[in-house]
């Protein structure tokens, strides 16, 4: 069906002499549309528009420049970049700080934390159970 309105476009803009004619559009009893210059008796026809628009002149439109899509893509590059370096900065921050604990923690068996504005003292179950986490946390998060 889609070749028969090709065909049938195709040979209205190629055939002059068609084009000064009167062209008619029906649709028959199964369906399919038909285009012709005479049309058939006791059909419903449309008349088709066969006059054709003047010719634009031809004017090159400007070619998009490719680096301006190019550019945004490494502006936004840079920016996830510059965010993973933040991450793994600060990542390394907390990596040094529970290292520094723990061998805090591990060397020094009297270690006192500020526990509601007041110094104390660590007992050992406490201290073991903090070294414990410390490590824990340095497991999941350095390598």
């Known amino acids: 069906m889609r070749f028969r309105f090709l065909a049938g476009g195709l040979l209205l803009a190629l055939c ?3 084009m ?3 062209v008619y559009k029906w649709v028959d009893a199964q369906g399919v549309t038909h285009f012709g210059a005479q049309p058939p008796q006791g059909q419903q026809v449309e008349t088709v528009n ?3 628009a003047p010719a634009r002149p031809t004017v090159t439109p400007e070619p998009i420049p490719q680096d301006e899509p190019e550019a945004d ?3 936004i590059d840079r920016k996830v970049k ?3 370096a933040a991450q793994e900065a600060e ?8 290292r520094t604990n723990l ?3 591990q060397n020094n068996p009297r270690v006192r934390v500020d526990d509601n504005g007041e110094n104390r003292r660590l007992t050992e179950e406490e201290r073991q159970t903090r070294i414990s986490e410390t490590r824990d946390k340095i497991a999941e998060n350095c390598n």
């Open 82 to 84: 510059q965010q993973v």
């Open 103 to 105: 061998a805090q923690l």
């Open 50 to 52: 066969t006059v054709t």
């Open 73 to 75: 893509q490494r502006s």
């Open 91 to 98: 990542r390394k921050r907390y990596c040094e700080t529970m």
């Open 20 to 22: 000064a004619a009167q």
């Open 16 to 18: 002059g002499n068609v």
